[in-house]
C-alpha cells in the first residue's frame, strides 16, 4: 500500500471518529430513544461505507443501498405537500424559534450556524423547563 493509499484510510479513519463524536456530542437526546439509536447508527455506518468507498476507490453501492433500505422501512412516510405538510411545519417552527431565541444573542440568529443555533434551542428549552 503506497503513502497516499496509507494517508487517505488514515483520513478517513480521522473523518469516522469526527463524526461519531460530533453527532453523539452535539445531539446526545437523538441517541437516547431506541428507534432514534437505530437510524443514527445506520447513518453512521452509511457515511463509513461512502468514505470507504473514496478511500479504497471500492464500489460500495450494495452496502449503502442495503443501509439505504433498512432507513426508509424503519420510517413513517410523512406528507410533503400541501397546507399540512411536514416541510412547511418544520419552517414555521424554525421561523418561530428564531424569535425567541433572538432575545438570547446579540446578533441575527438565521446567522448562527447549525450546531450554534442547536445548542442555543438545547439552552433555552433547558431554561424553560426549569421554571
Excluded at 18 to 44: C, T
Excluded at 68 to 77: N, P, S, V
Excluded at 113 to 124: G, I, P, S
Aim: charged letters at 35%; hydrophobic letters at 30%; a neutral charge.
Amino acid at each position: 500500500m503506497g503513502t497516499d493509499a496509507r494517508d487517505s484510510k488514515k483520513k478517513v479513519n480521522e473523518i469516522k471518529s469526527l463524526v461519531y463524536e460530533d453527532l453523539e456530542s452535539f445531539f446526545p437526546e437523538r441517541f437516547i430513544n431506541p428507534m432514534a439509536q437505530g437510524y443514527w447508527r445506520n447513518q453512521k455506518q452509511r457515511v463509513i461505507e461512502e468514505l470507504e468507498a473514496i478511500a479504497n476507490g471500492e464500489d460500495h453501492s450494495k452496502e449503502i443501498e442495503k443501509i439505504d433500505a433498512m432507513t426508509r422501512h424503519g420510517m413513517k412516510i410523512k406528507n410533503f405537500h400541501g397546507k399540512e405538510s411536514e416541510e412547511l411545519k418544520y419552517d414555521k417552527d424554525f421561523e418561530a424559534y428564531c424569535i425567541i431565541l433572538a432575545s438570547h444573542v446579540n446578533q441575527p440568529v438565521k446567522t448562527l450556524t447549525v450546531k450554534e443555533y442547536f445548542a442555543l434551542r438545547k439552552y433555552v428549552d433547558d431554561q424553560n423547563k426549569r421554571k
